[in-house]
């Protein structure tokens, strides 16, 4: 058995209202597992992480160029020290970019987005970026049954699609942890040594059917925030703070910064607007890898749609964009220009436009991309060795001395 999410520290959503007898709904957010609606203002406040305010949301658009909307419409919503990380910034001190994924299964295009946005802060600010890719962790992970052999052929898989977002090959190292690690090994003891077994179960949930293997993970995921002696930016999807919360506990210990972090929302699912898309669900998600006929099949069947019952009731009460999953991704990735979505804001809720058309926009504006994608992955071939070895600062990593570290 899985380890079982604690409640309080990480499990929300579960409180009733008494005063006014209502019931909020349950929403779960841990690494391991996304359900309910989630309220992103909550979850700020239980994971004790700040808001991106107006004011940070600005300084950062102005640095960000084409990925600004991303911040502009929250996609990116919280965050720890951004704007410590930008003032030291703004001073001449340089801070390192880390991200990462677990390959358990294709890429869909819910997880392309913090790797863009860790393509940009690089372009910007001409950091190095860490790559983890956590084979360990999708292996250990015993409730999704993968074998060894599935988790490193994902790894390969997964790491073509990463590497088609076009990082800086002599700035950027892309690792696999079942091959780096033994290398980082002296440091990741001694990141290990300083987090007990009560921490760990408060902040992950650990009970005693979690593998011993899992319970020593958390040092792994860690590590890359100490390969610099200067801040880590770390882009992620909420449900990996717990780690940087952690990292923020140690850091001073180890002699290292903390971790600053930017959190973005989960896309949802084609289904609905609760939980997040999964790789093992075709139906929730478009997989990078799908073709032009499976993305206009499933966004025909499976996009849940804010649209009314009837074509009268549609005209006369126009649809509504909260739930409407195409509408979603239009807003959260796929339409970048604030104009056009104002336009399609306008048509869709007054009715004027239906629930095809929207679908019909999206499919196009999906089409699109992944056709460009598969055209820069096949490209990307050629580069997988720099990043992984044969680039500047991947053979510096293989060659540091970490027993040092
Ligand atoms: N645990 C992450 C996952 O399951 C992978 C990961 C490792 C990661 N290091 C990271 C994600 C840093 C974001 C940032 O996908």
Known sequence: M?????????????STDGEIGLVEEKFVVTPWEVTGAVDYDRLIQQFGTQPINDQLAERLEKKLGAAAYLVRRRV??????????????????????????????????????QFYLTKYLQDTFGATVYIQITDDEKFLEEKRN?????????????????????????????????????????MVLKIARRVNFSLAKSVFGFTGETNIGFSFYPAIQILPTFFEKRRCLIPSAMDQDPYWRIQRDIAKSMGYYKAAAIHSKFMPPLTGTKGKM?????????YLSD??????????????????A?????????GELDIDVAFQWLYMFFEPDDEKLADIVGAYTSGYMLTGDMKAILIQKLIAFLGEHRRLREKARGK???YEKDGTLAQDMWKRDFSKS
């Open 278 to 286: 999964s790789s093992s669900k075709p139906e929730t998600a478009i």
């Open 76 to 113: 990116f919503f919280s965050h720890r020290d951004l704007d410590l990380l930008l003032d030291e910034h703004s001073k001449g001190k340089g801070f390192f970019l880390y991200t990462g994924r677990g390959p358990s299964g294709p890429m869909h295009i819910g997880h392309i987005i």
């Open 384 to 386: 997988v060795h720099e």
């Open 146 to 186: 993968l074998t060894y052999e599935d988790t490193q052929r994902w790894a390969e898989d997964n790491i073509l699609d990463i590497a088609a977002v076009g990082f800086d090959p002599n700035r950027t190292f892309i690792f696999q942890d079942t091959k780096f690690i033994g290398h980082a090994y002296p």
């Open 310 to 318: 009837t074509m009268e009731e549609h005209r006369k009460k126009g």
């Open 2 to 14: 899985g380890p079982q999410p604690s409640r309080g520290s990480l499990r929300t959503g579960d």
């Open 291 to 308: 073709d032009d006929r499976t993305v206009r099949n499933k966004i025909n069947r499976y996009a849940f749609s804010g649209g009314q």
